[in-house]
């Protein structure tokens, strides 16, 4: 009796086990749509199920009949492609409510854009051709960028459009056809491009396709997409150059820094970066002081000014005079004033010194010795320090993705500093100095 029981219990625990490993087959394959560990190498993958004898499904991929892989799952008969999945041989019934092929988009998420504007569905792929597609592909940049975006300039609708010289109506069809009413309801200009979408791909004109595409963390300016990535990419100078409003910047940081930035630490780079852009260009548009050199350093006597005439001075300044390093975020970083005017004007130590006041006289021997290691040491101001003669600015080291040549103890001592009762723009360079610092 006791031998008839163990049998009968081992039965039950394969019976039991057997449900187990088919329900964890069938959660693997459905659940491949919220999962992203099907990335391949060249940035794009597929959601399109690729089994030919099957129906097609409106989620991603039908179960397999063989063991799950180690990833989300795997084609039965075929050998998997490490490039793009092919759509499956039956077309989708006129009229379906159903999306019978949905977007094969890159392998990162870019916030600059629309989804759809780096994505190509399962019919535009089977009516060029896969292995068409596949040259295309390798002909794309393959690296990522600083915030893991993945050849997201060169792998895009428009692009792809161009490039297989695809007709409007063709891309039409193929982009819509046989979706019903409801279906389109609910997903025009989602997971279908919509017709304004069409139309722009189709004007020619680069601001109508940035209307159509602009993503959610980004907003379009007299034509022009300003996205997280362009203002993290950009100085200061350059956004005021370009008068966009900062005012419209600032929600997309505050968003950024709230929705993305806690869960990803690219992500969090690129909120720093833009935080500081942003900040440095509010500090520059209020005149905000220089704190990477000594006042004097900036500043120009007036007696000097009548010496040399006020009119040259200022056209020295519109060309730019400049000596030692130059920076994008800092206020004063064009006007490497003294250095510039002593050279271009050929003003003597001694009618310096008298026309000059306030200048120690080591710092005039400084601007006097030709080294700029002295002069960095001579006018080194308060948000910075000096290593190996180089000057070392809180927005030189903001700009800095590696800190590791750098003594540690100096610019925690400079973070100490920042920590004062500095405008928005330190507190930004400071938080980001800390970021990589680690």
Not at 62 to 71: A, K, N, Q, R
Not at 90 to 101: H, I, K, R, V
Not at 406 to 426: H, Q, S, T
């Amino acid at each position: 009796m006791r031998k008839i029981f163990a049998v009968l219990f081992m039965l039950s625990v394969l019976l039991s086990s057997c449900g187990e490993k088919q329900t964890a087959s069938s959660e693997i394959s459905s659940g491949a749509s919220s999962e992203n560990t099907s990335e391949t190498s060249s940035g794009i993958h597929s959601e399109i199920s690729s089994e030919p004898e099957s129906e097609p499904s409106s989620e991603i991929s039908s179960e397999p009949e063989s063991e799950p892989s180690s990833d989300i799952s795997s084609e039965p008969e075929s050998e998997p492609s490490s490039e793009i999945s092919s759509e499956p041989e039956s077309e989708p019934s006129a009229g379906s409510d159903d999306q019978d092929e949905t977007c094969a988009g890159a392998a990162s998420e870019c916030l600059e854009h629309h989804f759809l504007y780096h994505s190509v569905s399962g019919r535009l792929i089977n009516h060029v051709g896969r292995e068409a597609v596949e040259e295309w592909q390798k002909t794309l940049p393959a690296e990522r960028d600083a915030f893991n975006r993945n050849h997201m300039d060169a792998f895009t609708i428009r692009d792809f459009i161009e490039y297989f010289d695809i007709s409007k109506e063709i891309f039409t069809e193929l982009e819509r056809g046989g979706l019903g009413a409801d279906f389109l309801a609910e997903f025009d200009g989602v997971t279908v491009c919509s017709l304004d979408q069409i139309d722009a791909l189709y004007s020619g004109d680069p601001a109508k396709v940035n209307e159509a595409f602009c993503g959610e963390l980004a907003f379009v300016h007299e034509g022009e997409l300003w996205s997280v990535y362009r203002l993290a990419e950009s100085t200061a100078r350059e956004v005021l150059a370009s008068g966009v409003p900062i005012g419209e910047l600032k929600p997309l940081i505050e968003r950024l820094e709230t929705d993305y930035a806690p869960f990803s630490t690219v992500m969090k780079k690129l909120a720093l970066d833009a935080r500081v852009t942003l900040e440095s260009a509010i500090s520059i548009d209020n005149y905000y002081s220089c704190y990477a050199h000594h006042g004097l350093f900036h500043s120009v006597d007036s007696e000097l000014i009548l010496h040399i005439g006020g009119y040259e001075v200022l056209e020295a300044k519109e060309k730019g005079l400049t000596a030692g390093y130059v920076y994008g975020n800092e206020p004063m970083a064009e006007v490497d004033t003294l250095s510039a005017l002593i050279t271009d004007f050929d003003i003597g130590r001694e009618t310096f010194a008298s026309l000059a006041h306030g200048y120690s006289d080591d710092q005039i021997d400084a601007l006097y010795s030709g080294d700029p290691a002295k002069v960095n040491e001579a006018f080194c101001g308060e948000l910075a320090f000096v290593h190996e003669g180089e000057l070392w600015s809180v927005y030189r080291l903001a700009e800095m993705d590696d800190l590791s040549g750098l003594p540690r103890e100096k610019i925690e001592a400079l973070l100490e500093r920042a920590a004062g009762d500095y405008p928005g723009n330190v507190k930004a360079m400071a938080d980001k100095i800390r970021f990589t610092l680690g």
